[in-house]
C-alpha cells in the first residue's frame, strides 16, 4: 500500500535534492546553472537529476532545463509541514493541535516560518507589541483576558482608532479591575458604533490574535487548556493568512456575547 510513498520519501530524504527541487520552483534550470547556483559538483547535481526525473518529480524539457512535473510542484507544497512539525517536535511532545478542523491541520505548514515565544511574561508583551503596531484591526480569540492586555488594547482602540472584533468562551475569566476600566471608557459606545465587536464560544482550546501583518498562535497542552506561555509568531504572510482564516472560521460559528457567563476574578 505505502510502496510508492516508500519512494518518493527516500528520494526526499536528502538535502541536496530537496535543494535542487526548491530552486526548480523558481523555474527551469539546466545543469550548470544548478549547480552554480546552489554551490554543489556537476557530477553531484546531475547524479541527484536523474533521481529525480526516475521518481517523477522533475522531468528534462527539449532545451536541456529541468522543471518540476505537476506531482513535483504538489509534492513540495507538502514539506513545509513536515519542516514545521520537525522543527517543532519537541513542543509538540506535550502540545495538541486541540480541536481544529481537519482543514487547517492539513495547511499547518502555514505555520513554519514560526518564532517560538516561551514564558508568561514574554508572551504578554508580544500580545501588548502586536496591539500597539496594529493600524487598522486587531483579531483575538483566546480563553481569557489578564488586566495588562485589556489596558492596552484600550488604549489602542481609543488612540488609534483601530476596529477590534474579540472572541471568547463562556466561563472566561475577566479580571473585576477590567470591568471598571470598560465603563471609563464608555465600551458601550464602541459597542454601539461598531469600533468593537464581540461574540461567544463554548470553549477555547486553540488562541489566536492578528493586526492587518502580524499573527500569533497559541496551542493546547496535552492536558487540555490553551498554553498561553508558549506560543507560536510570525509576519509571514501565509502564517498570518491561516491566522486570519482560523479566526474567521471560529467567528462564523460564534454565537451572540452574553456578559453573564463570563467570570469576574
Given at each position: 500500500?505505502?510502496?510508492?510513498?516508500?519512494?518518493?520519501?527516500?528520494e526526499?530524504?536528502?538535502?541536496?535534492?530537496?535543494?535542487?527541487?526548491h530552486?526548480?520552483r523558481?523555474?527551469?534550470?539546466?545543469?550548470?546553472?544548478?549547480?552554480?547556483?546552489?554551490?554543489?559538483?556537476?557530477?553531484e547535481?546531475?547524479?541527484?537529476?536523474?533521481?529525480?526525473?526516475?521518481?517523477?518529480?522533475?522531468?528534462?524539457?527539449?532545451?536541456?532545463?529541468?522543471?518540476?512535473?505537476?506531482?513535483?510542484?504538489?509534492?513540495?507544497?507538502?514539506?513545509?509541514?513536515?519542516?514545521?512539525?520537525?522543527?517543532?517536535?519537541?513542543?509538540?511532545?506535550?502540545?495538541?493541535?486541540?480541536?481544529?478542523?481537519?482543514?487547517?491541520?492539513?495547511?499547518?505548514g502555514?505555520?513554519?516560518?514560526?518564532?517560538?515565544?516561551?514564558?508568561?511574561?514574554a508572551?504578554?508583551?508580544?500580545?501588548?507589541?502586536?496591539?500597539i503596531?496594529?493600524?487598522?484591526?486587531?483579531?483575538?480569540?483566546?480563553?481569557?483576558?489578564?488586566?495588562?492586555?485589556?489596558?492596552?488594547?484600550?488604549s489602542?482602540?481609543?488612540?488609534?482608532k483601530?476596529?477590534?472584533?474579540y472572541?471568547?468562551?463562556?466561563?472566561?475569566?475577566?479580571?473585576?479591575r477590567?470591568r471598571e476600566?470598560?465603563?471609563?471608557?464608555?465600551?458601550?459606545?464602541?459597542?454601539?458604533?461598531?469600533t468593537v465587536?464581540?461574540?461567544?464560544?463554548d470553549?477555547?482550546?486553540?488562541?489566536v490574535?492578528?493586526?492587518?501583518?502580524?499573527?500569533?498562535?497559541?496551542?493546547?497542552?496535552?492536558?487540555?487548556?490553551t498554553?498561553?506561555?508558549?506560543?507560536?509568531?510570525?509576519?509571514?504572510?501565509?502564517?498570518?493568512?491561516?491566522?486570519?482564516?482560523?479566526?474567521?472560521?471560529?467567528?462564523?460559528?460564534?454565537?451572540?456575547?452574553?456578559?453573564?457567563?463570563?467570570?469576574?476574578v
Amino acid at each position: 500500500m505505502f510502496d510508492d510513498s516508500e519512494e518518493v520519501f527516500i528520494e526526499l530524504a536528502n538535502a541536496q535534492r530537496l535543494d535542487i527541487i526548491h530552486k526548480l520552483r523558481e523555474g527551469g534550470k539546466n545543469l550548470s546553472l544548478l549547480s552554480k547556483e546552489l554551490k554543489y559538483t556537476m557530477q553531484e547535481v546531475h547524479r541527484n537529476l536523474n533521481r529525480l526525473t526516475n521518481a517523477g518529480l522533475i522531468e528534462k524539457n527539449s532545451d536541456g532545463t529541468f522543471v518540476l512535473t505537476t506531482f513535483g510542484n504538489t509534492i513540495i507544497t507538502q514539506i513545509p509541514s513536515i519542516s514545521f512539525l520537525s522543527r517543532n517536535k519537541s513542543y509538540f511532545s506535550d502540545h495538541t493541535f486541540g480541536d481544529i478542523p481537519m482543514k487547517f491541520v492539513q495547511r499547518i505548514g502555514a505555520l513554519n516560518s514560526c518564532t517560538l515565544i516561551q514564558g508568561l511574561v514574554a508572551v504578554i508583551e508580544k500580545i501588548k507589541d502586536l496591539y500597539i503596531h496594529s493600524n487598522e484591526y486587531v483579531y483575538g480569540m483566546i480563553p481569557q483576558v489578564p488586566l495588562d492586555i485589556m489596558e492596552t488594547i484600550l488604549s489602542v482602540i481609543q488612540n488609534q482608532k483601530i476596529k477590534f472584533n474579540y472572541i471568547l468562551p463562556k466561563q472566561a475569566l475577566i479580571p473585576k479591575r477590567g470591568r471598571e476600566m470598560l465603563k471609563e471608557v464608555k465600551y458601550i459606545d464602541l459597542l454601539k458604533t461598531g469600533t468593537v465587536e464581540r461574540k461567544m464560544i463554548d470553549v477555547v482550546k486553540v488562541g489566536v490574535i492578528l493586526n492587518e501583518t502580524t499573527g500569533l498562535v497559541m496551542f493546547p497542552s496535552t492536558k487540555g487548556d490553551t498554553d498561553m506561555s508558549n506560543v507560536l509568531y510570525s509576519s509571514d504572510v501565509l502564517f498570518h493568512e491561516w491566522c486570519q482564516d482560523f479566526f474567521r472560521y471560529n467567528w462564523n460559528k460564534s454565537r451572540s456575547f452574553d456578559e453573564e457567563q463570563l467570570r469576574v476574578v
